[in-house]
C-alpha cells in the first residue's frame, strides 16, 4: 500500500530584485533541501547572460515551500546593455 500523503518533490522560486524581479520558478528539492545558491541562464537583449541568485527566506503557501532568492550582482553577469542610453530589456529564461 502506499502512503497518499507524500512529501513535496519541487518548490516554489520567487525572486525578489535583479534580473528575474517578479518571475516565479519550480525546483526540485536535493536530498530533500532547497538549493542555497544557483545560476540561471537567460536571454537580455538578445545576449546569453548568467545570473547567481541566493535563498534569503522560506514560508509554506497551501502545502508548498516558497522560498525567495536575492540577486548576487557581484558574481553574475551584468544585466545592462553596453549601449549607452540604452535601457535593458527583461530577462527571458
Partial sequence: MTDATQTPNSYVVEYTDGP????TDTRIFVGGEYD???GVIAL????EANFEYHATG????N???HVTYSFDAA???SPVS????VEPGEALV
Fill in 20 to 23: 528575474l524581479v517578479g518571475q
Fill in 36 to 38: 542555497k545558491t544557483f
Fill in 44 to 47: 537580455v537583449d538578445g545576449i
Fill in 58 to 61: 522560506t514560508r509554506e503557501l
Fill in 63 to 65: 502545502g508548498q515551500t
Fill in 75 to 77: 558574481n553574475s553577469d
Fill in 82 to 85: 553596453d549601449e549607452d542610453g
